[in-house]
């Protein structure tokens, strides 16, 4: 049930383009951690994952407040037309 609710936050996320996996762990305390994948277009800034991540964070804590960690892995789509991306485009992990 968590990870429907979970689910449900980040595609009403705005910035989300897609929601991958969403994974709902118990911690050695046995409080819930999110892991998640979070899909974003090719023209989505770096500056922007950021931001929308911060506020997906933010939307899950306020909807679950017994979450204890919240991890989201950004996938972001490269333009078609760019034979070499930038590194942070593929290397950008969020967790707090």
Do not use: C, H, K, W
């Not at 974003?40 to 306020?62: C, E, M, Q, W, Y």
């Not at 679950?64 to 991306?85: G, Q």
């Amino acid at each position: 049930m968590l990870a429907t609710t979970i689910r449900e936050v980040l595609e009403a996320t705005p910035g989300v383009q897609s929601v991958g996996t969403v994974d709902v762990l118990e911690s050695a305390g046995g409080a819930p951690v999110v892991i998640a994948r979070l899909g974003f277009g090719p023209n989505t800034t770096v500056a922007d994952v950021v931001l929308i991540s911060s506020a997906a964070r933010a939307a899950i804590r306020t909807q679950s407040r017994e979450v204890v960690d919240v991890v989201l892995e950004p996938e972001i789509a490269a333009p078609r037309d760019d034979a070499n991306p930038p590194t942070d485009v593929f290397v950008i992990r969020g967790a707090d």
